[in-house]
């Protein structure tokens, strides 16, 4: 599905402007801090109201605006999104939507970018983002029920430290059905992905020459389930922490190559390999349950591989792409495909020559 139009007001630093896009290839050009990754976010908020790099979307708005807006449609779709200091509004199809399930969705769209290699090296959170978005993309039950479980998460935790001092435990069985109930569906639905993913991430993987490169998930609860045992196991320990210790907010996934650790034995440009393995086989699982190919966002994805690595990287892309760099790549250009440069400075973006 290829993303025709976007109007922008008040986003980071770009000049309010609209822009229409090629279906193939849009390479987004220009120096450092000019505004190339700007565009790419404002894309990816659109289609997913999350920003891929701000916690306080507020700070999306441009400095000394009250407000910034964004639309943009494909053929079939269109979306509207609006933040200010105290709301924020999703519209689509012309049609005012309550539920972020109900809005992602509309545009499928994977972002590659040069710091997806923090995936594969840093904390486990990285890695549990990486999983909740690539499944919350094609399943708005998981995204609905990922909310109710951090909601739940919030609440147990509070009982936690508040009965580590007054001893009081009354409502912690009640969240604890909800953590159960919740958590399981999570379980559930991880399970089955994480089979889909494994299977493409080897494929792509040995694509960069990799040697039997694959995933692991780790869980803190015995063969994924969460149940009473599991808590009871844990309680004393809760209690003295004052948080919850276990369920699919603490889990992990790890990877391998040849059959040892990949952190441990893998060479930077393999783990760099790895990451883009998995983002194209999140593009695959969304491409197969959608029918349609999700847009590709690459911020200066692949630009530290090697001649060879980097030119296998590129030939593998498929479907609407858009290249953020400060020189364009040399892609091999299927014959017949449109292609259309864009030329940002200070943030302004205009068709180049």
């Keep these: 599905m290829a993303l025709k139009r976007i109007n922008y007001q008040g986003f980071r630093n770009l000049v309010d402007g609209e822009l229409h896009f090629a279906d193939d290839y849009n390479f987004i050009i220009g120096e450092n801090g000019a505004g190339k990754t700007n565009l790419l976010e404002a894309i990816f908020y659109v289609g997913l109201a999350s920003s891929f790099r701000a916690r306080d979307e507020k700070n999306l708005i441009c400095s000394g605006k009250q407000f910034l807006r964004i639309d943009a449609e494909t053929e079939e779709k269109n979306a509207f999104l609006y933040l200010d200091g105290n709301k924020k509004k999703l519209v689509l199809q012309g049609n005012e939507v309550r539920r972020l399930s109900e809005f992602i969705g509309w545009l499928g769209i994977t972002l590659l970018s040069i710091e997806d290699l923090w995936i594969v090296r840093g904390a486990p959170s ?138 441990h034995y893998a060479s930077e440009g393999e783990e760099r390999a790895a990451a883009i393995s998995l983002k194209l086989a999140e593009s695959e699982m969304l491409y197969r349950k959608t029918k349609s190919r999700p847009v590709l966002l690459l911020d200066e994805a692949g630009a530290e591989l090697d001649t060879v690595k980097k030119e296998t990287f590129l030939n593998l892309l498929k479907g609407q792409i858009f290249y953020a760099s400060t020189q364009a790549p040399r892609f091999i250009r299927k014959e017949g495909s449109a292609c259309r440069v864009f030329s940002v400075k200070k943030g302004q973006i205009e068709v180049s020559a």
Aim: aromatic fraction near 10%.
């Design 126 to 263: 990285k890695r549990r983002a990486f999983l909740d978005w690539a499944i919350a993309k094609i399943s708005p039950a998981y995204l609905d029920n990922l909310i109710e479980y951090r909601k739940i998460l919030r609440q147990r935790n509070k009982i936690l430290q508040s009965a580590h001092d007054n001893g009081k435990l009354d409502l912690l069985e009640l969240f604890d059905e909800q953590m159960i109930k919740i958590g399981n569906e999570i379980y559930r639905e991880r399970e089955k992905k994480i089979s889909e993913l494994k299977e493409d991430i080897i494929k792509f993987s040995s694509e960069f020459g990799m040697k039997k490169f694959t995933l692991r998930y780790h869980s803190t609860c015995p063969e994924m389930r969460l149940d009473h045992t599991v808590l009871k196991r844990v309680r004393e320990k809760e209690l003295i922490f004052g948080h919850t210790l276990v369920g699919p907010h603490r889990d992990d996934l790890l990877f391998f190559t040849n059959g040892h650790p990949l952190k």
